[in-house]
Structures are given as C-alpha cells and as structure tokens.
C-alpha cells in the first residue's frame, strides 16, 4: 500500500516519466532508486515520500541524468 502512495505521490510532483524511479518498500522503510532528470525532482521524491503516513525512513539511491542532448 505505500509503494502504491508512493508512486502516485512522485506522478503527481513531476517525478513521473521520463524519470525512471523504482519504489521498494519493506517495514515502513522506503527505497527510491532509479534516475531523475533534474536534482529538484530528487529533492521533491525524497520529500514526498517523507510525508506518507507509514513511512519511517527513506533511503534515497536516485541519480541525476539529464538528458543527451
């Protein structure tokens, strides 16, 4: 169920595609891992899955990737 708030939470901030993010989640901790595009979109995965309900910490593994121009 946090998984599931997780990535509707990181859809609805911007974190969705074409940043590739993969949501784990084991005992209430949360583990963000995949790339983002842009270091806000890092920043704002972290916050947000902060502030569910369930969720005790955050172990942040996300890398920034802008896109090949």
Partial sequence: MITQQVTNKLASRGVGAPCHVTVLTRNGEVTLSGTVRHGHQKNTAV?????????????????????AV
């Avoid at 569910?52 to 802008?66: C, E, P, S």
């Fill in 47 to 67: 916050q947000a899955t902060t502030g569910i309900a369930g969720v005790r910490r955050v172990i942040d593994r996300l890398t920034v990737k802008a896109k």
